[in-house]
């Protein structure tokens, strides 16, 4: 965990977190459910092949701009976009909320309004953040970094396997697979739901090989790919 200048939202659909605090792992509520999360990668595969390549080409001007634009206009701006998304949204603004109210339940109305409105300016961040991450050199990402418990990593490596880390899904786990892959020099695998389109996916996974995560898809095949990275002496994730 670690308190980067740079705060981390809630990645729903990307991974899990493995860092708490403020920064860049803040811990915010998803708006997006598990359910509906796959029932958007089902939507996306009935896409039209031009709406497909649209979604990818999206995604990389919206990473070009984030490595060019200044970081508080970037931060002001996914966040707002997040909110805007809020009330576009119905739907998933209410999925929030009522997750929210189990964990919340004296909350009123106009405070469950504003912690959705939260969430979702959180998960705008989160995009935002995410696609700036592989602009940052070593130093620029162990500086916002505190770490606790690395020394059992290191034993278990030691001992001649990778440990399997086992995160909720919560907060920017990236930032920790970064760090563990730039900075510490440890590689890392992580299991991950494949995305569709593929053409987003095999996006996804190019960003996050950019800063030292090997991406290992849902599947017949992930078991052997797991296994042998523990025998690899992988972080496991």
Known sequence: HG??????????????????????????????????QRSSSIELAHLEPTALSRARNLLE???????????????????RLGRM??????????????????????????????????????????WAETLRLPTLDAEAIDSGFEVEGYEHLLATRDAG?????????????EWAAAWLGRVAQTPV??????LQPPDVFEWFADLRASYGISVVPVGPGALPALTRAVRDRHVVC
């Not at 119905?90 to 469950?112: F, I, T, W």
């Not at 396997?161 to 786990?173: C, K, R, T, Y």
């Open 3 to 36: 308190h980067h200048p740079i705060p981390q939202g809630v990645a729903p659909g990307h991974g899990r977190a493995s860092r708490s605090g403020q920064a860049p792992g803040s811990h915010s509520t998803s708006p997006v459910s598990i359910r509906e």
């Open 85 to 126: 998304a809020a009330v576009r949204q119905p739907e998933k603004a209410e999925a929030l909320a009522s997750n929210l109210r189990q964990v919340c339940p004296g909350l009123d109305e106009h405070g469950l309004r504003a912690l959705v409105e939260d969430g979702f300016a959180s998960y705008g961040r989160y």
């Open 189 to 194: 695998t992580a299991v991950v739901e494949r």
């Open 161 to 173: 396997f990778g440990p399997i880390m086992v995160l909720p899904h919560l907060g920017g786990w």
């Open 61 to 79: 001007v919206a990473s070009a701009l984030a490595s060019r634009v200044p970081l508080s206009m970037l931060i002001a701006g996914s966040e």
